[in-house]
């Protein structure tokens, strides 16, 4: 990805949501809704990283964290990202 360099920081937050395309917890795709969300917040040392961010839509986003608590990335045996979260309490896999 042009936009991330070797330490994965994001370097165009603008450019990494039209790589992304969509809301990672409720897939909507229009690209006007979509934002940057960090898992660990900027106040607390986090960083707008491929491994702290996630795209999420503005319906998605203002539901965190009262709603939707994001967890973190996870790495699966096929080299995937999965994203842990949990609505209403409730886990799931994204």
């Given at each position: 990805?042009?936009?991330?360099?070797?330490?994965?920081?994001?370097?165009?937050?603008?450019?990494?949501?039209?790589?992304?395309?969509?809301?990672?917890?409720?897939?909507?795709?229009?690209?006007?809704?979509?934002?940057?969300?960090?898992?660990?917040?900027?106040?607390?040392?986090?960083?707008?990283?491929?491994?702290?961010?996630?795209?999420?839509?503005?319906?998605?986003?203002?539901?965190?964290?009262?709603?939707?608590?994001?967890?973190?990335?996870?790495l699966?045996?096929?080299?995937?990202?999965?994203?842990r979260?949990?609505?209403?309490?409730?886990?799931?896999?994204?």
């Amino acid at each position: 990805m042009k936009n991330v360099s070797k330490n994965n920081i994001i370097k165009n937050k603008k450019i990494h949501k039209q790589i992304i395309g969509k809301c990672r917890i409720c897939k909507i795709d229009i690209y006007n809704t979509l934002s940057i969300h960090r898992i660990k917040p900027g106040c607390k040392g986090g960083k707008y990283s491929t491994e702290n961010s996630v795209v999420v839509c503005e319906n998605c986003h203002r539901q965190i964290p009262d709603i939707i608590q994001i967890d973190r990335y996870y790495l699966c045996s096929n080299g995937q990202m999965i994203l842990r979260i949990i609505i209403d309490g409730k886990e799931k896999f994204v």
